[in-house]
C-alpha cells in the first residue's frame, strides 16, 4: 500500500464498473450492477436510496464485511494502490479494518457485545491500532469518550451496554471507531434508530470529529435531511447503480434524473396542503433478472422509448455534477421537471441572489429545504 | 433436532419465569430468582416422591420377602402388615416421608438382609459420584473445544471439523448409548488389552467405563456449543468487531465462544442427568461397585425396598441437578439480572 | 377489455393469466427501433412498475429443495425406505424361515447351535439353534413397532394436549406445573419402575414409554400456539383480515409438522434403545420373543468368544443402520424446514 500523503480534495478511492452478485436458492442476485465512483479526501459523501438499493452492499466492500453468499464479479476498487476486490485472506484486509477504514453501523443496540464493559470494548480497539497498554491505554479511552461527548469516563468506562441509553451506545461506537485513527468514516444510517433530537447530537459529533481528525466520511442513509446537513457531495442509488452524483446544492436545485426528481417530490415538506402527497408508483426491479436499460424506466412517468433499452451512459452537467439519463442526451427531447422541483429551484434562485455569490456548501441546500416547505 | 425441542422448551421456560418476576436493581433480583427456584424444587421434589412411592407400592409382593414360595399366605399377610404395606396410602406415604427426613431410607431384604439402606447406599455412593464428575469434566474438556472448533471450521473451505465432528456426533446421538457402551467395552478391551473387570487400584480399568460415560455428553456439548456460537457469530457486534480490524482468531475465543457459553450452562443438568442414567448400565457392565450397578443389582434380585429407596434417590438427585442448572443461569446470564434496564434508551 | 367485475372467480382467475400471458416486456417492444424513434416519449404502464419485485418463495418447495439438496439426506433417506421396506417383506420372500423353530442339523438331530454364518443361514444360527437372520428382522419388526406405536402416541396425544394447553389459557398454569413436576424424572427412570412393577412384555414398555414421552411434545405445540397469538407477525396479518384458519395452515403448520416428524423419527431409536437397556436389567421382553434388545443382549452373552461375535454384530449392524438413516434424515427435514436455512 502507498503511505504517500494525499491532499484535501485529490481522489483517495477510486471505483471502477463494481459488480456484487449474491447466490439466493441457486439464483444469482446482482446487487451491484456496475458502479462508479470516486472519493475525494476530506470530503464528506453521502449515498441516498432506497432500502434495496445496494447502498449497505457497497460501502461493505469497502471493508470485506459482506456476507459469505456474495462475490465481487467485476470491477475494482482501487485505494492507495491496493485494489480492495483482490483482498481475500484475514491478514490483507487487517491492514485496512479499523486502522484505514473504520464503521459505525444502524442499530446501536446490538453493535456493542453485551457482556463485555464499554471500556474493554473501546481499549481491545486502541491496544490494538495504537499498540497502548494498561494505563496509557486507559487514558486514551479518556480521551476518546471525552471527544464523543460523554461524561465521567472512569464511572462508564466500568459499564455494560445495557446501562447506556441508545444515544449514549452509539457515541461508544464512535469512539471506538475512531480508536483506530482511520483514514476513512464510513458511517452506516447511524441515526436511523435514534430519535430525532439524538440524531441531531451525533451528527454534530460526527462533524466535529471530521474536522478534528481530518476523516473522510461516507454517509449512507435514505434521510434526505441528514444528507442536507451533514454532506458535500451526494451520491443516488437505485437498483444497485448510481444514478446521479454532484455536490449538494447541485442534486438538490438542479437534479437531473428523473429519479432524483421523484425522491425530492416525494419529500413531505414539499407537498402543498390540501393536495395528495406524491409517492413513486410501483417498487424496485427484481435484480434477480437482468435489467435492461435504465432501471428506473418502468416507473418513470415520463419516459422515453430508449429508456427500456439501453442502459444510459453518465453525462456530465458540471465537472462536478454526473447523471446517468437519457435526458441528457442531445437527441432527446427535453422533458419538464415536475412542479415540486421547479418550485424547488426557484427558491434557491431567490437565495442565490439574496446572499450575492456565497453559495458554498450545505446552508443553502438546509434552509431552502426548509424554506419550501409550504 | 430434539435439540430444537429441548431449547425452545427450555428457553421459553426461561423467559416465562423472568417476565413473572418484578424486577429491581442489583444482586437482590439474582438471589430472589434463585430462591424462589428453590422452593419450588422443594415442592415438586415432595409430590415427585409422592408418586413415585405410591407406584412402588403396586411392587410385587415377592420382592419383600426372602424365601416367598415357602411362606403360608398368614405368614405373608403378617409380614407385610409389619412393614406396613396393609396400611392406607397416605398414611404410607407420611411414614416415608418422616422416615426421610429422619435419613432412613428403609431396610434391605433381600441384598443384605437387616442392613440398612442408607448405609448400603453411602457405600457405594462415593465411586459414582467420583465416577461421574470425572466424566463430566472430560466431556467438558473434550466437547468445548471440538464445538467450537466445529463452528470456527463453518466459516472455512473444506470444513473439516464440522465434517468430522457432525459425524461423531450423528454416530453417537444416533446409536443408543446401551449399544455403543457394549461396543466400547468389547473393543476397548480387545484393542487395549484393559480387563473388562473395574478394580479401583488398576487405573487402566478406568478409562473404558470413564469415556463411555462421557461419550454421549462430549458430543451433546459439541453440539449445543457449535449451534451457539454460531449464532453468535451471524450477530451485530460480531460484525462491528471484525469491522474493527480485531483478528479472527481473537473474535472467535473473545467474542463468539465467551458469549456462546452463556445459554450454554442450562444443557449441564440435562447431562448430568444423562450421565446418571448411563452409570447405571455401565456401572453392572464393568461390574463397578457403585450406586448404579446396585440398583440394576436390586431389581434383578427383587430387593423392593432397595430399589424404593435407590428410585427415590435418584429423583431426588434429577430435581436437584435441574435446579442447580436454573442457578447456574441465573448467575451467568446477564438478561436475568439485567432486565428492566433492557431497551431504555 | 373485459370487466373483471362481471367475470366469475375462476374466469378471473384465467383471465388474469391470459392477460399475463399476453404482456410483452417493454423491452421486447422497443429494442428493433431506428435511433430516432427510441428518442421519443413512451407510455407510462403502471402495471409494469408492479412487476418488479416478488418473491418465489413457496415454503414448502424450498424445504424439499433444501432437504434434497442435501445429497447425505436423501441418500439415508433412500436407506430408511429400502430397510423398512425389507423388513416388512422379508418373511414374504421365499425359502424365508421362521424366527422361532429350533432347526436340528437333519443328520445328528442335534440342535445346529452356535453355526457361523454360511449359505444356508445367512446371519448363522444362535446359541440355541435358530435362525439369526430370521430372529434379526422379526426383532427389527418388534422393535420398529414399538418405536412406531410410541412415536404414533407422542404426536396425536402430545399435539392434543399441546393444543389445549396453548389455546385455553386457564389450563395454562395447570399443566405447566405438571409439566414442571415430571420433567424433572429421566424417562429411564420412569420406564424401570414401570417395568419392575408390571409384567415385562410389549405392552409394558409401549406404556412406559407413552407415560412420559408426550410431555416434551405437548410443551413445543403449546409454545407454538402461544407464539401464534403473541407474535407481530400474525397480529398483523390479523388485522389484514387473514382468516384463523389461513394462519394455522400458513404459519403454524410448518414448523409444527417440520418438529412433529422430527420427534416421530427421533422416538424409534430412543424407544429401540430403552428396550435394550431394560432387556439387560432384565425386565425387558420376554427371551423368547425377537426384538432388537433381546437379539443384542444374548449377543452380549457371547461377545468374548471372537468366532461368536458375529451373534452381536448383525442386530447391532441393522440397529445402527436403522437409528442412524432416521436421525439424519429426521434432523435434516428440520434443517430444510427451518426458513433461516431457505437461503441457497
Known amino acids: 500500500m502507498e503511505d504517500n500523503d494525499i491532499q484535501k480534495g485529490e481522489t483517495l478511492i477510486s471505483i471502477k464498473d463494481l459488480a456484487f452478485d449474491f447466490t439466493l436458492r441457486g439464483q444469482t442476485l446482482h446487487a451491484l450492477r456496475g458502479i462508479s465512483l470516486d472519493i475525494k479526501k476530506g470530503e464528506s459523501l453521502a449515498i441516498v436510496g432506497e432500502s434495496g438499493s445496494g447502498k449497505s452492499v457497497f460501502v461493505s466492500n469497502l471493508m470485506g464485511l459482506n456476507a459469505q453468499n456474495g462475490h465481487v464479479s467485476g470491477g475494482s ?6 485494489d480492495l476486490t483482490k483482498l481475500t485472506t484475514e491478514k490483507e484486509w487487517s491492514e485496512i479494518r479499523g486502522r484505514r477504514i473504520a464503521m459505525i453501523m444502524q442499530d446501536p443496540m446490538t453493535s456493542l457485545n453485551p457482556l463485555k464493559t464499554i471500556g474493554w470494548q473501546i481499549s481491545e480497539a486502541v491496544e490494538m491500532h495504537r499498540g497502548l497498554n494498561g494505563e496509557a491505554a486507559k487514558k486514551a479511552v479518556y480521551e476518546l469518550l471525552g471527544d464523543v461527548g460523554i461524561s465521567n469516563p472512569e464511572r462508564r468506562y466500568k459499564q455494560y451496554p445495557y446501562e447506556f441509553s441508545g444515544g449514549m451506545r452509539q457515541r461508544v461506537v464512535i469512539a471506538i471507531a475512531l480508536a483506530c485513527k482511520p483514514e476513512i468514516l464510513i458511517c452506516d444510517e447511524p441515526t436511523t434508530a435514534l430519535d430525532v433530537t439524538i440524531q441531531a447530537q451525533i451528527l454534530g459529533i460526527l462533524k466535529r470529529l471530521q474536522e478534528k481528525y481530518e476523516l473522510t466520511s461516507i454517509y449512507i442513509t435514505h434521510d434526505l435531511g441528514v444528507v442536507a446537513d451533514v454532506a458535500d457531495r451526494v451520491a443516488v442509488m437505485y437498483a444497485g447503480d448510481i444514478v446521479e452524483v454532484g455536490t449538494c446544492n447541485e442534486v438538490f436545485y438542479d437534479p437531473q434524473h428523473p429519479y432524483t426528481w421523484a425522491l425530492l417530490s416525494s419529500l413531505p415538506q414539499l407537498g402543498i396542503k390540501g393536495e395528495q402527497l406524491y409517492s413513486i408508483e410501483g417498487t424496485p426491479p427484481n435484480l434477480f433478472y437482468e435489467v435492461h436499460g435504465d432501471a428506473f424506466a418502468s416507473r418513470n412517468p415520463h419516459p422515453l422509448k430508449i429508456d427500456f433499452v439501453k442502459c444510459p451512459p453518465m453525462f456530465e452537467v458540471t465537472p462536478t455534477h454526473f447523471a446517468r439519463t437519457w435526458l441528457l442526451d442531445p437527441r432527446s427531447p427535453g422533458v419538464e421537471k415536475p412542479e415540486h422541483i421547479k418550485r424547488l429551484n426557484e427558491k434557491y434562485q431567490e437565495l442565490m441572489k439574496k446572499n450575492g455569490e456565497s453559495v458554498s456548501g450545505q446552508e443553502p441546500a438546509r434552509t431552502a429545504l426548509e424554506g419550501a416547505a409550504i | 433436532m430434539r435439540a430444537v425441542i429441548e431449547k425452545c422448551n427450555n428457553s421459553s421456560k426461561r423467559l416465562a419465569e423472568i417476565r413473572s418476576i418484578n424486577f429491581s436493581k442489583g444482586q437482590d433480583t439474582v438471589t430472589k430468582y434463585i430462591s424462589k427456584r428453590i422452593l419450588h424444587s422443594l415442592i415438586t421434589l415432595c409430590i415427585v416422591i409422592v408418586i413415585v412411592l405410591a407406584l412402588l ?18 405368614q405373608i399377610n403378617v409380614t407385610l ?34 442392613y440398612s439402606n442408607a448405609k448400603i447406599i453411602a457405600q457405594k455412593a462415593p465411586l459414582s459420584i467420583e465416577i461421574g464428575l470425572i466424566s463430566l469434566a472430560i466431556a467438558l474438556i473434550l466437547g468445548l473445544p471440538l464445538g467450537a472448533a466445529m463452528a470456527r471450521s463453518t466459516r472455512s473451505k ?11 456426533i450423528v454416530i453417537v446421538q444416533a446409536i443408543p448409548s446401551a449399544v455403543y457402551y457394549l461396543l466400547i467395552q468389547l473393543y476397548g478391551s480387545e484393542w487395549f488389552g484393559v480387563s473388562m473387570l473395574f478394580s479401583r487400584s488398576n487405573y487402566a480399568t478406568w478409562i473404558l467405563p470413564i469415556f463411555s460415560l462421557s461419550l454421549g455428553n462430549i458430543v451433546y456439548y459439541a453440539m449445543w456449543l457449535r449451534r451457539f456460537m454460531v449464532d453468535e457469530a451471524n450477530k451485530d457486534y460480531i460484525k462491528l468487531a471484525c469491522a474493527k480490524g480485531v483478528s479472527q482468531k481473537k473474535i472467535w475465543d473473545r467474542h463468539v465462544f465467551r458469549n456462546a457459553i452463556v445459554p450454554l450452562v442450562q444443557y449441564i443438568p440435562n447431562s448430568i442427568l444423562f450421565t446418571l442414567m448411563g452409570s447405571l448400565y455401565v456401572e453392572s457392565l ?23 429407596a435407590l428410585v427415590v434417590l435418584y429423583s431426588m438427585i434429577s430435581v436437584v441437578g435441574l435446579l442447580l442448572g436454573d442457578i447456574l443461569m441465573a448467575i451467568f446470564d446477564p438478561r436475568i439480572s439485567f432486565t428492566g434496564k433492557e431497551g431504555a434508551r | 377489455m373485459n370487466s373483471f367485475a362481471d367475470l366469475g372467480s375462476s374466469k378471473l382467475e384465467s383471465s388474469l393469466n391470459d392477460e399475463l400471458k399476453k404482456h410483452v ?10 435511433e430516432d424513434e427510441l428518442f421519443t416519449p413512451a407510455e407510462f404502464d403502471s402495471s409494469e412498475a408492479e412487476m418488479g419485485g416478488y418473491s418465489n418463495y413457496s415454503y414448502w418447495k424450498a424445504t424439499l429443495r433444501a432437504f434434497l439438496h442435501n445429497k447425505t439426506a436423501a441418500f439415508f433417506l433412500a436407506v430408511i425406505v429400502i430397510v423398512l421396506a425389507f423388513t416388512f417383506i422379508q418373511p414374504l420372500l421365499p425359502n424365508q424361515r421362521s424366527a422361532k423353530t429350533i432347526y436340528n442339523d437333519s443328520e445328528t438331530g442335534i440342535q445346529i447351535v452356535n453355526r457361523q454364518p454360511d449359505s444356508e443361514f445367512w446371519f448363522g444360527t444362535n446359541s440355541i439353534g435358530q435362525d439369526l437372520w430370521a430372529r434379526t428382522w422379526a426383532g427389527t419388526r418388534t422393535s420398529l413397532g414399538i418405536g412406531f406405536a410410541v412415536a404414533c402416541w407422542e404426536a396425536l396425544f402430545g399435539t392434543v394436549i399441546g393444543l389445549l394447553w396453548g389455546y385455553v389459557r386457564k389450563l395454562d398454569t395447570f399443566f405447566t406445573e405438571f409439566y414442571n413436576i415430571f420433567d424433572n424424572v429421566p ?33 413445543f405445540i403449546r409454545n407454538q400456539v402461544v407464539i401464534i397469538r403473541d407474535r407481530d407477525y400474525n397480529l398483523a396479518s390479523r388485522c389484514l383480515g387473514t382468516s384463523t384458519g389461513r394462519i394455522i395452515t400458513k404459519n403454524l403448520l410448518p414448523y409444527l409438522v417440520s418438529v412433529i416428524t422430527l420427534r416421530m423419527a427421533l422416538a424409534i431409536p430412543e424407544a429401540i434403545g430403552n428396550e435394550v437397556f431394560v432387556t439387560y436389567i432384565g425386565i425387558g421382553l420376554p427371551t423368547d420373543m425377537a426384538s432388537l434388545g433381546n437379539l443384542v443382549q444374548a449377543g452380549r452373552l457371547v461377545m468374548s468368544q471372537p468366532e461368536l461375535r458375529y451373534q452381536l454384530l448383525f442386530p447391532t449392524a441393522v440397529l445402527a443402520v436403522i437409528t442412524i438413516s432416521l436421525y439424519i434424515v429426521g434432523n435434516s427435514f428440520a434443517d430444510a424446514a427451518d426458513p433461516k436455512n431457505h437461503v441457497d
Open chain 2, 57 to 74: 407400592r403396586q411392587m410385587p409382593i415377592e420382592g419383600y420377602f426372602n424365601n416367598f414360595d415357602k411362606m403360608s399366605q398368614t
Open chain 1, 77 to 82: 476498487i482501487m485505494y492507495r494502490g491496493l
Open chain 2, 286 to 308: 464393568y461390574s463397578i461397585p457403585g450406586m448404579g450397578g446396585l440398583l440394576v443389582q436390586a431389581i434383578k434380585i427383587q430387593d423392593n425396598t432397595l430399589v424404593e
Open chain 3, 25 to 34: 416486456s417493454a423491452y421486447d417492444k422497443y429494442k428493433d427501433l431506428p
Open chain 2, 158 to 168: 473444506f470444513k473439516f471439523w464440522d465434517r468430522f465432528g457432525t459425524v461423531l
Open chain 3, 187 to 219: 424417562q429411564t427412570l420412569v420406564l424401570i419402575l414401570i417395568s419392575y412393577i408390571m409384567k415385562p412384555g410389549v405392552n409394558t414398555i409401549i406404556f412406559a414409554l407413552c407415560l412420559t414421552g408426550w410431555l416434551g411434545m405437548a410443551r
Open chain 2, 81 to 114: 402388615k409389619q412393614l406396613g404395606l396393609k396400611d392406607p396410602l397416605p398414611v404410607q406415604v407420611g411414614r416415608y416421608f418422616v422416615q426421610l427426613l429422619h435419613g432412613d431410607f428403609g431396610t434391605s431384604i433381600k441384598y443384605r438382609a437387616g
